[in-house]
């Protein structure tokens, strides 16, 4: 069945280290796979996404994620976490008329 | 620049009691969604509708029945709340015409509480 795994809950970095964030997938065809973050009491904002081409791909804030086909992830990275980035993050797959979500992380950013 | 749209914000009802969460969206997009969100488990489609004129049963529909009132407008109704349903529910629209070369666009949500 296809499914999206991001395998930690919480994740907790001090500002200004790097980050990133895991995000496995089962799909059989090639994915359109997603990152959304969201804020406290908000819906959820598209950081980044990738249909095909290059597999490393740019969004906002200065995030990047890199797919690999080879072991179903697509992870997402940043190299100097700032204290505005504390959210929760989503990786999704779109995945026939659903857009499949996983379960996502908490990242807390130590000052 | 409003994007998705949905009321209200915040929602209480007894278990038993029914309500209508609304939704609107002005980018012109002929898909909308209704998710769920509930700790640990992501989002969850409940419903969609890929144009005006129809709707289809997501992931989780069971309790849910929903509304695709023109292209602008998709609503969705519990008939008889349980206290299963409480969580926040997510409206979002997307500009995709096959396969997912358009993201979904989200409104702010909608917490309801069943007691």
């Known amino acids: 069945a296809q499914s999206v795994t991001q395998p930690d809950i919480h994740i907790t970095v001090s500002e200004g280290a790097s980050l990133e964030l895991r995000c496995n997938y089962s799909?059989?065809?090639?994915?359109?796979l997603f990152w959304y973050v969201q804020s406290p009491g908000q819906g959820l904002q598209l950081l980044l996404k990738?249909?095909?081409?290059?597999?490393l791909v740019q969004g906002i804030k200065g995030f990047e994620a890199e797919f690999k086909r080879s072991q179903s992830s697509f992870n997402l990275r940043k190299p100097s976490v700032h204290w505005s980035d504390a959210a929760e993050y989503f990786c999704?797959?779109?995945?026939?008329?659903?857009?499949?979500f996983g379960a996502g992380t908490r990242l807390t950013v130590k000052p | 620049n409003a994007g998705v749209t949905q009321t209200p914000k915040f929602q209480v009802l007894k278990t038993g009691q029914s309500m209508t969460l609304q939704c609107a969206q002005d980018?012109?997009?002929?898909?909308m969604y209704w998710y769920r969100q509930d700790p640990g488990m992501g989002l969850r489609l409940i419903y969609y509708?890929?144009?005006?004129?129809?709707?289809d049963k997501g992931e989780v529909p069971n309790g849910y029945n929903v509304s695709r009132l023109n292209k602008r407008e998709f609503s969705l109704r519990l008939e008889s709340a349980a206290p299963s349903q409480t969580s926040v529910y997510f409206c979002?629209?997307?500009?995709?015409?096959?396969?997912?070369?358009?993201?979904?666009?989200f409104g702010n949500g909608t917490r309801l509480t069943v007691t």
């Open positions: 979002a629209s997307s500009g995709r015409t096959g396969g997912w070369n358009s993201p979904l666009h």
């Open positions: 799909y059989g065809a090639t994915p359109y």
């Open positions: 990738y249909f095909s081409g290059d597999t």
């Open positions: 999704a797959v779109g995945f026939g008329n659903d857009m499949r």
């Open positions: 980018m012109n997009h002929n898909s």
């Open positions: 509708s890929a144009s005006e004129g129809t709707t």
